[in-house]
């Protein structure tokens, strides 16, 4: 069975603070990894995905993921937070199989 | 381009009623899903579909059926509705079931009373 683990449930900042929101998940297989945001009253959007290839990647919004496979980890990553970020955030796997497995979230909260 | 139309955006039922959530994509893809958002839990995986003809079940799959008869539409019904059933409703739809994005619909809050 997969599995995807986001470490906080609430993450509050201060505008212009770092952010690192844990993931890490379960498979014994290959995987493709995801970070979606939820802004309040909004549907999912794709903030970045992994597939393959360079295991440092960027998305919008200044956003950015590390992957380690040795660690089963994703995290999600921004050097300077803004007010606007305030959302939640979903990490996701998808495996050939055919299933996604979304973690629990993390609610971001940027105070300004 | 509409992406994913779900409706109705709210609903409030009756325990026992039935009803069918609509989810339509006009991106012709191939894999459909819905999923259920309840505080704390993340999304849940109820059912899903990678083709016209072909269904299966998620995480969740109790009360609900799902079909589907083309590409275009995936309709989520709920047989007779519980409390446990008031949840906010994702419908999502991806390209294929491994590497692709999924784009969702804009939800469907259900209340069961």
């Known amino acids: 069975a997969q599995s995807v683990s986001q470490h906080n449930h609430h993450v509050i900042l201060s505008e212009a603070a770092s952010l690192e929101l844990g993931c890490n998940y379960s498979?014994?297989?290959?995987?493709?990894l995801f970070w979606y945001v939820q802004y309040p009253g909004q549907h999912l959007q794709l903030l970045l995905k992994?597939?393959?290839?360079?295991?440092l990647v960027k998305g919008i919004k200044g956003f950015e993921a590390e992957f380690i496979k040795s660690k089963f980890s994703f995290n999600l990553r921004k050097p300077s937070v803004q007010w606007s970020d305030t959302a939640e955030y979903f990490c996701a796997i998808n495996t050939n199989a055919g299933k996604s497995t979304f973690g629990d979230g993390t609610t971001l909260t940027v105070k300004p | 381009n509409a992406g994913v139309t779900q409706t109705p955006k709210f609903q409030v039922l009756k325990t026992g009623q039935s009803m069918t959530l609509q989810c339509a994509q006009d991106?012709?893809?191939?894999?459909m899903s819905w999923y259920r958002q309840d505080p704390g839990m993340g999304l849940r995986l109820i059912h899903y579909s990678v083709g016209a003809g072909i269904t299966d079940q998620g995480e969740v799959p109790n009360g609900y059926n799902v079909s589907r008869s083309t590409t275009e539409d995936f309709p989520l019904r709920l047989l007779s509705a519980a409390p446990s059933q008031t949840s906010v409703y994702f419908c999502?739809?991806?390209?294929?079931?491994?590497?692709?994005?999924?784009?969702f619909g804009q939800g469907t809050r259900l209340t069961v009373v």
């Open positions: 498979y014994g297989g290959t995987v493709n």
């Open positions: 991106m012709n893809h191939e894999y």
């Open positions: 992994y597939f393959s290839g360079d295991p």
């Open positions: 999502a739809s991806s390209k294929n079931r491994g590497q692709a994005e999924a784009f």
